[in-house]
């Protein structure tokens, strides 16, 4: 019997070896890591947004006075977090850090990293390397010259209503999302693009949006987009630390819809940016116009429609009639603006609620309700 069942082990062991090896390159990566993780960015290739002329946070008086409730620390150890951060009034007001994680350990930002892609193009519109959020894809990519992608313009990618064709599946390691996340082409998945509606018909979440705007800007700048953050954004703003940008491939495209990897303090400067509305220490790295515009509801273009929830790659949340914006990642990774109290908060970590209130993951509200009772 003891034989049989070792034969059959062998077997099995045997045919997942010929399956995986018939897999394409994604799939074969997918199957080997089961799920994407905060630290990935020790498995693939990474460009570097440097850091130069660090601006370290100073500290409030009330730094780690206060202290939220024990709901809200069950809440936030349940959700297997990583950093939770307070700035208030341009000092870091609280922090704390659990699972071995400290104030200079770097993780993914998954799609929080949409909303980062957004500011870049805001400032290559103020640079004047791009016209406005209404030039056509097409003056940047061949690619999308002909067909009903041909009328798809920069505003329609920006608020996820380009119509492009696109499976935003997570789970599946056959998926588009998978082959972008694990492949090593990004460049090959946008110039096969189809689409499947008009633009500008409603609110459609699809990853590759972000993916052809990174492609938008390095043809516009003529850099990659890691070298136009570095210069335009991460010095700018007093970043403490090299980030590192995930890639494709050894000196290849960015996973500019996710994978920007920082620490939660750096990650702090980005919300503290837009609170500023696009300026720092008196500069005016981002036009504050674009920074108004990109973190309310969005109207599609030629339409009366509103997008409730999203603007310019930035979420949006009604809270207790406060809008607030927040740049938001797959496994709970969040960047959140509360202008009423002039005050900025991350939480990184590896997990986030599976169900969700008016298109926000119910743990969103666990840690602006957490954030608010520190601020009273």
């Not at 009034?89 to 998954?110: H, Q, V």
């Not at 609110?203 to 570095?230: C, H, M, P, R």
């Not at 309310?296 to 809008?323: C, D, F």
Request: hydrophobic share 40%; proline share 3%.
């Amino acid at each position: 019997m003891l034989k049989k069942i070792g034969g059959y082990s062998i077997l099995i062991i045997i045919l997942i070896g010929i399956i995986y090896f018939f897999l394409p390159n994604y799939a074969q990566k997918a199957f080997l890591h089961l799920t994407a993780d905060i630290d990935d960015y020790e498995i693939f290739e990474n460009r570097t947004v440097a850091a130069s002329n660090p601006q370290p946070w100073k500290k409030s008086p009330q730094y780690n006075q206060y202290e939220m409730g024990q709901t809200y620390q069950e809440e936030l150890e349940a959700y297997e977090t990583t950093a939770f951060l307070v700035v208030k009034d341009t000092a870091l007001f609280y922090e704390k850090y659990y699972l071995g994680y400290d104030e200079n350990e770097i993780s993914n930002s998954f799609s929080a990293a949409k909303s980062i892609v957004s500011l870049l193009i805001g400032i290559a519109i103020e640079k004047g390397k791009i016209e406005s959020v209404f030039q056509p894809v097409s003056d940047f990519l061949e690619s999308f010259q002909e067909g009903d992608k041909s009328k798809i313009v920069i505003q329609d990618i920006l608020t996820m209503s380009s119509g492009i064709d696109w499976n935003e599946a997570y789970m599946s390691p056959f998926s588009k999302t998978t082959d972008a996340y694990y492949g090593n082409n990004l460049k090959k998945l946008v110039a096969e693009l189809e689409a499947s509606e008009e633009p500008s018909q409603g609110f459609a979440y699809k990853s590759i949006n972000t993916q052809i705007l990174a492609e938008v800007l390095e043809t516009a700048t003529g850099q990659s987009i890691s070298d136009y953050a570095t210069n335009r954004l991460w010095r700018k703003i007093g970043a403490e630390n090299d980030a590192l940008w995930s890639l494709d491939r050894e000196g290849g495209m960015e996973k500019a819809f996710c994978c920007f990897n920082s620490t939660a303090r750096d990650f702090a400067r980005i919300g503290q940016l837009v609170l500023n509305k696009g300026k720092w220490n008196g500069e005016q790295v981002i036009p504050a116009d674009y920074i108004e515009v990109a973190t309310q509801p969005a109207r599609l273009m030629g339409s009366e429609e509103i997008i409730p929830h999203y603007g310019y790659q930035w979420w949006v949340l009604n809270y207790n009639g406060k809008q607030i914006p927040y740049a938001r990642g797959i496994l709970g990774q969040y960047i959140f603006v509360l202008k009423d109290k002039n005050a900025v908060v991350v939480r990184l970590g590896k997990s986030r609620s599976k169900l969700y209130t008016d298109e926000h993951p119910n743990d969103v509200y666990i840690y602006i309700e957490a954030a608010y009772e520190l601020l009273k």
